[in-house]
């Protein structure tokens, strides 16, 4: 039987495929695979977090479904974070939706308001799920280019009249690492407001490795033009637990829900209520975890100066970023190489668009060992006779 026209164009998501490979090569007679590559946090929520959802679990009234608009309890929870955090003031009765995870919101977002044909503008490089859920839903993909030398951010005056419905943007920019302004911000809401775009602003990094975290929505008149969609996953180590969010005006959010509602049910309770846990933790949480990453950013350096790699030092999230040598066709041959040779796996920038295809990314979910692994394999690859005598005879 033929699937669906939708799936036309739409190939299983890269790391899906590229986990597979990376279990074949584990199989074999030689050293395990350092996966640097995958953003996953290796650590551990809160205890208290983890407690929550023990003791709750435990209450034989928590296992039924519940509301599609989410527990009041952690919809209050999130109106506080983001209060207490981004300075900006939501309502937790109409302006929050909480997602079984902020990839699905996205795919809900572009079912509510996408008929065929419209149009998208999408980054580039940046998540691919943005383009594949545009396409679902029978959209228009638009990419706009983002550049090193434009510090990853779009020109806006070149997007005018550009008959977009709806745009993605996602700062502090994954993969990048490239922060916002507030200048920037006010910018981008001027420009939806003349050109009637609806912006979608993807915010899960803004606690990883960033002393000031922004939201889109604390801009005057941002929630007339925008949706925010964060998450649990990066900030608290909660991947896996599948806790997202939606803030914009009570307008929009009814709109998702009309949609979000025919697709699934509420989070399991004792989750919401853990999640809500989690979002009461105070600024020492957030110090914590930003001081393992830095410690393990600073090895993350060595391993991209062992590579050639040139990067920015100012990044933000849990990744590196950095521009491979020129000598190589592209990102996908280099972290082949890598892969084959020094049996580590780093992410192909070309993964997130064609503006990707000369960088690599470095995760920073690997303790300090494996890091530290990592670069004396990455050196004793480097040091090999036919590396050094194929960098000679390129250079």
């Given at each position: 039987?033929e699937?669906?026209?939708?799936?036309?164009?739409?190939?299983?998501?890269y790391f899906?495929?590229?986990?597979?490979?990376?279990e074949?090569l584990?199989q074999?007679d030689?050293?395990?695979i350092l996966?640097?590559?995958?953003g996953?946090?290796?650590?551990p929520p809160?205890?208290d977090?983890?407690?929550?959802?023990?003791q709750t679990?435990?209450?034989?009234?928590?296992?039924?479904?519940?509301?599609?608009?989410?527990?009041?309890?952690?919809?209050?929870?999130?109106?506080?974070?983001?209060?207490?955090?981004?300075?900006?003031?939501?309502n937790?009765?109409?302006?929050?939706?909480p997602?079984?995870g902020?990839?699905e919101?996205?795919m809900?977002i572009c079912?509510?308001?996408?008929?065929?044909?419209?149009?998208v503008l999408?980054?580039?490089?940046?998540y691919?799920?943005?383009?594949?859920?545009v396409?679902?839903?029978?959209?228009?993909v638009?990419?706009?280019?983002?550049?090193?030398?434009?510090?990853?951010?779009?020109d806006?005056?070149?997007?005018?009249g550009?008959?977009?419905k709806i745009?993605?943007?996602?700062?502090?920019?994954?993969?990048?690492?490239?922060?916002?302004?507030?200048?920037?911000f006010?910018?981008?809401?001027r420009f939806?407001k003349?050109?009637?775009?609806?912006l979608?602003?993807?915010?899960?990094?803004?606690?990883?490795?960033n002393?000031?975290?922004?939201?889109?929505l604390?801009?005057d008149g941002a929630?007339?033009?925008?949706?925010?969609?964060?998450?649990?996953?990066?900030?608290?180590n909660?991947?896996?637990?599948?806790?997202?969010?939606l803030?914009?005006?009570?307008?929009?959010?009814e709109?998702v829900?009309?949609?979000?509602?025919n697709?699934?049910?509420?989070?399991?309770?004792p989750?919401?209520?853990?999640?809500?846990?989690?979002?009461s933790?105070?600024k020492?949480?957030?110090?914590?975890?930003n001081?393992?990453?830095r410690?393990?950013?600073?090895?993350?350096?060595?391993i991209?100066?062992?590579?050639?790699?040139?990067?920015?030092?100012?990044?933000?999230?849990?990744?590196?970023?950095g521009r491979?040598?020129?000598?190589?066709?592209?990102?996908?041959?280099?972290?082949?190489?890598?892969?084959?040779?020094?049996?580590v796996?780093?992410?192909?920038?070309?993964i997130?668009?064609?503006?990707?295809?000369?960088?690599?990314?470095?995760?920073?979910?690997t303790?300090?060992s494996?890091?530290?692994?990592s670069?004396?394999?990455?050196?004793?690859?480097?040091?090999?006779?036919?590396?050094a005598?194929?960098?000679?005879?390129g250079?």
């Amino acid at each position: 039987m033929e699937i669906a026209n939708r799936l036309q164009g739409i190939g299983e998501y890269y790391f899906s495929q590229k986990l597979r490979e990376i279990e074949q090569l584990n199989q074999q007679d030689a050293a395990p695979i350092l996966n640097l590559g995958i953003g996953s946090p290796d650590l551990p929520p809160h205890p208290d977090v983890i407690n929550c959802l023990h003791q709750t679990s435990l209450k034989t009234d928590h296992h039924a479904y519940q509301s599609y608009k989410g527990s009041p309890v952690l919809r209050q929870a999130v109106a506080k974070w983001y209060f207490d955090h981004y300075n900006t003031s939501i309502n937790p009765n109409t302006e929050i939706l909480p997602l079984i995870g902020s990839k699905e919101g996205i795919m809900h977002i572009c079912m509510t308001y996408l008929n065929p044909g419209d149009v998208v503008l999408v980054p580039n490089p940046g998540y691919p799920t943005y383009s594949a859920a545009v396409k679902l839903a029978g959209g228009t993909v638009r990419e706009y280019l983002l550049e090193e030398s434009g510090k990853w951010m779009p020109d806006l005056e070149n997007l005018k009249g550009s008959g977009a419905k709806i745009m993605f943007v996602n700062y502090p920019h994954m993969p990048s690492g490239q922060s916002p302004s507030r200048q920037f911000f006010e910018e981008l809401i001027r420009f939806a407001k003349d050109e009637n775009i609806l912006l979608i602003h993807d915010n899960p990094y803004s606690f990883i490795l960033n002393d000031e975290p922004l939201s889109l929505l604390s801009i005057d008149g941002a929630k007339e033009v925008a949706l925010e969609l964060n998450s649990l996953s990066k900030s608290h180590n909660m991947a896996g637990w599948r806790v997202g969010v939606l803030l914009g005006s009570a307008l929009h959010i009814e709109n998702v829900l009309k949609f979000k509602s025919n697709m699934d049910s509420g989070m399991f309770l004792p989750v919401q209520l853990a999640a809500a846990t989690a979002l009461s933790l105070d600024k020492s949480w957030y110090n914590a975890q930003n001081a393992i990453y830095r410690r393990r950013r600073q090895i993350a350096y060595r391993i991209m100066e062992a590579l050639d790699c040139t990067l920015e030092k100012d990044q933000t999230g849990m990744f590196l970023w950095g521009r491979i040598p020129e000598k190589y066709a592209d990102s996908y041959q280099y972290s082949n190489e890598v892969l084959h040779s020094a049996r580590v796996f780093l992410t192909p920038g070309g993964i997130f668009g064609s503006q990707g295809n000369q960088y690599l990314r470095l995760s920073l979910c690997t303790p300090e060992s494996g890091l530290q692994k990592s670069l004396d394999r990455i050196l004793q690859y480097k040091s090999q006779p036919s590396v050094a005598t194929t960098q000679t005879a390129g250079s």
